[in-house]
């Protein structure tokens, strides 16, 4: 069986959409459950944060340092960042619970 930084590696260096379904397959449970925990049970809403963390994924791994793609995956609550983060009506305590930046209150 392959690791997970083998997966990616495969995605990154070959864009196999197997391997990139695989890690999908592997961590999407644990990405959509913290990410339900975090949006105080929304199921729409944490499958909106849960696509958003593998779209991230495939969009930043060419880029992320070995073994930081686990890290990226067991932190849904970093989607809620960005410019309009506040404006889209994520709570600050929320955003807070999800370790989301430095400048929720």
């Known amino acids: ?3 997970s930084e083998t997966l ?3 995605y990154v ?3 196999s959409e197997m391997a990139f379904r695989e890690l ?3 961590y999407i449970n ?3 459950s913290t990410a339900l925990r975090l949006v105080e049970g929304d199921n729409q809403l944490a499958e909106d944060v849960t696509q958003t963390v593998f779209v991230d994924l495939a969009r930043k791994a ?3 340092p070995p073994g930081s793609h686990a890290r990226r ?3 849904p609550g970093r989607v809620f960042c960005g ?3 506040h404006a889209r009506g994520t709570a600050p305590s929320l955003s807070r619970k999800a370790g989301c930046c430095d400048e929720c209150p």
């Open 1 to 3: 069986m392959d690791t």
């Open 8 to 10: 990616l590696a495969a």
């Open 13 to 15: 260096r070959e864009g």
């Open 24 to 26: 999908v397959n592997r």
């Open 30 to 32: 644990l990405v959509h």
């Open 62 to 64: 060419p880029t992320l």
């Open 73 to 75: 995956l067991a932190a």
């Open 83 to 85: 410019p309009n983060h």
